[in-house]
């Protein structure tokens, strides 16, 4: 419990989301609207929208700008935790506008009163099974590079998205037909780089298509122990421990190619077929330590020391995906939300069942 209310305070983030929509409009038709959010820069075409969530303290308002042809405006927006933004842009005869369409502000003089309960803008699970046997608890917070998925999404081109998991175990038994206990825990760390490379559509009556290609890598390191102690029929007893280290090597080849067509200018719906390929490298080491001990007369002790070392190239790994879906979909899960999550489960003993304790910490962030 200590564990999940440091980590949910550290991890608690708040933002604001926030709609822009762009009407189509025959003035100022070819020049961009460029939205400026702490230092974030989104591009606004003309019938066009945009959604983005923002980090935001609620301290002090939040500064949108809006540029385009020469002209600026500005709007300091006194947001509310929980409450959704809709602002309206573009060109009229005056310049650039930009004005609140949805969306209640805090009144003036008004503040937020931050909270300092560990729930705070975050999210978490406490699951038991049916039995009461196992139980768990799940931690997790979208990450601020949130912001920048988004503006990807809306602008296309190239980002990167980095992840790294850690995880821990361990499990116990008693077999009690050998009079013995089994001991093995272990974990590792899992990383991950893929870049994404999208071409998004553009808004046009009649079939239209998108393409993202994404190339990548991830890497694990497992290291696992087993322990094994067993009383031997007419004395003496027999120590052994098993330790293995696995290192799986994967590069990451995709593309995805979708066709359909607008039902309106925020709206894409169509198919969407993926091709996969991933080619791994496997390396696997396994060391085996097995002690003796013998009673007297003999009353003697022998360790035998045995290691195995092999490796794995696997040329295979493609695959194929074909769905109907609309771009938002595809894309949330081509590129997922950034997350941080911590995971917690506990498995106690009863009858044959082991115990079983599990722990992981996974971050996934995006970055141009």
């Known amino acids: 419990m200590l564990i999940m209310l440091a980590?949910?305070?550290?991890?608690?983030?708040?933002?604001?989301?926030?709609?822009f929509i762009r009407p189509s409009k025959f003035q100022g038709s070819a020049a961009k609207v460029r939205i400026i959010i702490n230092d974030n820069e989104y591009i606004l075409k003309n019938g066009s929208e945009i959604s983005v969530i923002v980090p935001h303290d609620y301290s002090k308002p939040l500064l949108i700008e809006a540029t385009g042809g020469g002209a600026r405006q500005s709007y300091r927006l006194r947001a509310i935790p929980n409450e959704k933004y809709v602002f309206e842009t573009g060109f009229e005869f005056k310049g650039i506008y930009l004005k609140l369409l949805e969306g209640q502000e805090l009144a003036v003089g008004e503040v937020i009163q931050k909270s300092d309960t560990v729930n705070a803008g975050g999210e978490t699970n406490f699951k038991i099974d049916k039995d009461g046997k196992a139980v768990g608890f799940t931690i997790q917070k979208i990450d601020e590079s949130e912001a920048i998925?988004?503006?990807?999404?809306?602008?296309g081109g190239k980002i990167k998205n980095e992840s790294v998991l850690l995880t821990g175990t361990y499990f116990g038994m008693d077999l009690k037909d050998f009079d013995t206990r089994v001991d093995g825990y272990g974990g590792g760390v899992s990383v991950a780089t893929n870049w994404l490379n999208l071409k998004i559509p553009e808004y046009k009556t009649g079939i239209s298509t998108w393409n993202s290609f994404n190339y990548g890598w991830g890497m694990d390191m497992l290291l696992y122990n087993y322990k094994l102690d067993v009383n031997m029929t007419g004395g003496g007893s027999m120590n052994m421990s098993v330790l293995t280290l696995s290192y799986p090597i994967a590069a990451n080849l995709g593309w995805t190619l979708g066709i359909g067509k607008f039902l309106d200018p925020g709206n894409w719906k169509g198919v969407a077929l993926t091709f996969k390929y991933r080619p791994s490298l496997t390396l696997n080491i396994v060391s085996t330590t097995s002690t003796i001990k013998l009673p007297a007369p003999l009353n003697t002790t022998q360790t035998d020391y045995n290691s195995d070392t092999n490796a794995s190239f696997n040329l295979g790994g493609f695959g194929v995906d074909f769905e109907f879906s609309n771009f938002t979909a595809t894309m949330n899960k081509l590129a997922p939300m950034p997350k941080t999550k911590f995971s917690f489960f506990v498995l106690p003993p009863v009858g044959d069942t082991p115990m079983f304790i599990s722990i992981s910490l996974g971050i996934s962030w995006y970055s141009r």
Do not use: P
Request: hydrophobic share 40%; glycine share 4%; net charge positive.
């Open 7 to 19: 980590c949910q305070a550290l991890y608690a983030q708040e933002g604001v989301t926030i709609k």
């Open 149 to 155: 998925r988004q503006e990807w999404l809306a602008r």
